[in-house]
């Protein structure tokens, strides 16, 4: 029996992304376990009271840009999975959506029914 043709080596194929040396990878980790551990501290400051949702939601920090609306709603008291879910229905927001891509429209109008 003929061998299975050989696949392409890693780096020729496309849409996979280049290699990394060590150092990056391990400064991307560091950089990803601060944001992690910034985002739960401000979750338990939000559960606490300590933070409003209304000033993280129009003028976020930098590491809060990528974290989901969804997630960042959940941790205000008295919102579970429902009412979190009603809410961004009625603003026309998927569940899906990370704070820096709301547009401005979507922002506007959360945080006025937040406000309510």
Same mark, same amino acid.
């Given at each position: 029996?003929?061998?299975?043709?050989?696949?392409?080596?890693?780096?020729?194929?496309?849409?996979?992304? =280049? #290699?990394?040396? @060590? *150092?990056?990878?391990?400064?991307? !980790?560091?950089? /990803?376990?601060?944001?992690?551990? $910034?985002?739960?501290?401000?979750?338990?400051?939000?559960?606490?009271?300590?933070?409003?949702?209304?000033?993280?939601?129009?003028?976020? =920090? #930098?590491?809060? @840009? *990528?974290?989901?609306?969804?997630? !960042?709603?959940? /941790?205000?008291?008295?919102?579970? $999975?429902?009412?979190?879910?009603?809410?961004?229905?009625?603003?026309?927001?998927?569940?899906?959506?990370?704070?820096?891509?709301?547009?401005?429209?979507?922002?506007?109008?959360?945080?006025?029914?937040?406000?309510?």
């Amino acid at each position: 029996m003929p061998a299975a043709p050989q696949s392409p080596a890693r780096t020729q194929s496309a849409g996979l992304a =280049p #290699e990394r040396s @060590l *150092t990056q990878r391990m400064d991307a !980790l560091k950089r /990803a376990n601060e944001i992690r551990t $910034r985002r739960a501290r401000l979750k338990r400051d939000l559960k606490a009271g300590r933070a409003q949702i209304h000033g993280l939601l129009l003028d976020p =920090p #930098e590491y809060l @840009l *990528t974290a989901k609306v969804f997630d !960042l709603l959940l /941790a205000v008291p008295k919102y579970g $999975r429902v009412k979190v879910n009603r809410i961004l229905t009625h603003c026309r927001i998927s569940p899906s959506k990370t704070i820096g891509g709301l547009s401005e429209r979507q922002r506007n109008e959360l945080v006025s029914y937040l406000r309510r």
